[in-house]
């Protein structure tokens, strides 16, 4: 057994941000299920979004959230993420990340883009990896960091709480029962599951993307922290909430390449793919018949609007028009975009990039306050984890990765504020009876059941009927997948699926309860909104 103070699942932002926060006086461990930079935080190429212009103003960044998350987010934690993001960007300055400026010498000199559903002009960002070149950054600044014991390829298994200490014979003091005092993981490397004890746990795992046939997520995105919380007893909020990115790359040789909110901001334009023998850029504007901001509107916008043309049309993919800018601002503003399209034969110069929505963000997971902490006392979740009522019925274009560093600041800060002592004794991982499965088709088979079920009635659009038919299967999956998890040896794809499937049932039973369309949920069969709009919160049985 190994102790820390703190352990953190995930190398995310979020993560990152907390734990280089918490080892000024803290021993840290940091749980990863790949690399360092093999989670979402590396992918996003938008950017952060923050008030630096003298134009723009705190208020106007609120009113934008609020309207975007369709007035269901938290105004209180609203106020807080936006009252966070300048000194969140002034942070990462100092840390050394590489953000465009239109100036060298002054900080105000950032280069700042504007994004769909933003009314000013306030997206700090690195080209058009911003992701990537934060995520650099830190790495470095984790790995040099003596206080902190990195674990990569780790795959979290679940928490250890009071409750399986009673199970196992420890005696604990009623009132410290309900508590996390560690977690179980898998050392992908050994195939043995190792026990850490920390004082506290912090869950910055990331979205759950791979429950859905088509996501922008990478592979890692299982929704391991949302299913770890709910199995030890924390509320889940919004699960319905999962956003659509408008413009994922549609190529047969590529998987889950965004193509950039920023893309629209700077002028893009979504048409119907053009008539054969006709100009690549003749193509019908369809945005303007949606919605009065055209192509500026909100991701949920967006994403049901190519859904229609899609459906109406029987087409696989619209396009997203950059001709009409000169080739020097496509490289200058978007060089690895231009670079990847023109790797698969696309010059966005001169062809409109074919697109189609697919899964991009959880709005929705762990219930937390404003300091992280969730129902379960010395367990936090950040990050994408997490729902701290920011991003209410739907996210604003670059609020997330703002989130993950207020959010991962103000759980560290809240950590060393707190007592920290890792329990001396754990019970170890039992796999005493359990064998090795000769049947990892079973595995494989559920795995692609589950997604194309969420894909097919758990969509962009959905039916009551649909939801039901969703429901009824996965939970037919549950019971077989929970039946193989207790007879054979876990490995990694075991552990996701078995997360997923928990994923996917929250989403269904939460899209269900709510007999309205608002932001990112839209039903057929309840197509208006409510007059007060109320998060979908989930009670563990």
Wanted: with cysteine; aromatic share 6%; hydrophobic share 45%.
């Amino acid at each position: 057994m190994q102790h820390f103070d703190v352990i953190i699942v995930g190398s995310g932002l979020a993560g990152l941000s907390s734990a280089l926060e918490l080892a000024r006086s803290r021993k840290v461990a940091v749980i990863t299920k790949r690399a360092l930079l093999g989670g979402a935080s590396d992918w996003a190429q938008g950017g952060i979004a923050a008030v630096i212009d003298p134009e723009d103003s705190l208020d106007a960044h609120v009113d934008d959230t609020m309207v975007a998350g369709a007035w269901l987010n938290d105004p209180q934690a609203v106020r807080f993420v936006v009252e966070g993001a300048p000194a969140a960007v002034d942070w990462l300055l100092r840390e050394g990340v590489p953000f465009t400026r239109t100036s060298e010498e002054l900080v105000a000199g950032l280069q700042l883009h504007r994004e769909g559903g933003h009314s000013h002009s306030r997206i700090v960002h690195a080209a058009d990896a911003t992701g990537h070149a934060i995520q650099e950054t830190l790495v470095a600044k984790v790995r040099a960091n003596p206080n902190i014991t990195i674990l990569e390829w780790h795959t979290a298994v679940d928490l250890i709480t009071g409750q399986r200490l009673v199970a196992a014979g420890i005696p604990l003091d009623p009132h410290h029962v309900r508590r996390c005092y560690g977690i179980y993981a898998l050392d992908q490397k050994t195939d043995e599951v190792v026990t850490l004890s920390a004082g506290h746990v912090v869950l910055a795992a990331g979205g759950a993307g791979k429950v859905y046939l088509y996501t922008t997520n990478p592979d890692t995105a299982s929704g391991d922290g949302v299913a770890m919380a709910w199995r030890a007893g924390c509320r889940m909020a919004n699960m319905e909430f999962v956003q659509f990115h408008p413009t994922c790359l549609f190529h047969p040789q590529v998987k889950s390449f965004l193509i950039s909110e920023a893309l629209r901001g700077e002028g893009g334009i979504l048409r119907i793919p053009a008539e054969p023998g006709q100009p690549p850029a003749s193509g019908h504007r369809f945005m303007p018949d949606h919605d009065p901001r055209a192509e500026l509107a909100p991701r949920d916008v967006v994403a049901r609007a190519i859904d229609y043309e899609l459906k109406r049309l029987g087409l696989d993919h619209v396009v997203l028009d950059m001709t009409h800018k000169p080739k020097e601002f496509l490289v200058a503003h978007f060089p690895m975009i231009y670079e990847r399209c023109l790797q698969l034969g696309i010059d966005m110069a001169t062809t409109p990039i074919p697109v189609v929505p697919a899964a991009h963000y959880m709005c929705g997971g762990v219930v937390t306050d404003l300091n992280g902490r969730t129902d379960l006392p010395n367990l936090y979740a950040i990050g994408e984890t997490a729902y701290t009522g920011l991003h209410g019925a739907n996210r604003l274009a670059s609020n997330s990765l703002l989130e993950c560093i207020v959010f991962g600041q103000a759980a560290a800060r809240h950590i060393l504020s707190q007592v920290s002592e890792a329990p001396a004794f754990l019970p170890p991982w039992d796999a005493s009876r359990v064998t090795d499965s000769a049947e990892e088709v079973v595995i494989t088979h559920n795995w692609d059941e589950l997604r194309r079920a969420m894909w097919n009635y758990v969509g962009i659009v959905r039916t009551t009927k649909r939801l039901q038919r969703a429901a009824h299967r996965i939970d037919l999956l549950k019971r077989e997948i929970d039946e193989y998890y207790a007879n054979f040896h876990v490995n990694n794809d075991l552990l996701e699926l078995r997360n997923l499937v928990v994923c996917a049932d929250l989403i269904v039973r939460s899209a269900l309860f709510r007999h309205e369309s608002r932001g990112l949920h839209y039903s057929l069969d309840y197509p208006d909104t409510v007059p007060r709009a109320l998060p979908t919160v989930l009670m563990p049985d």
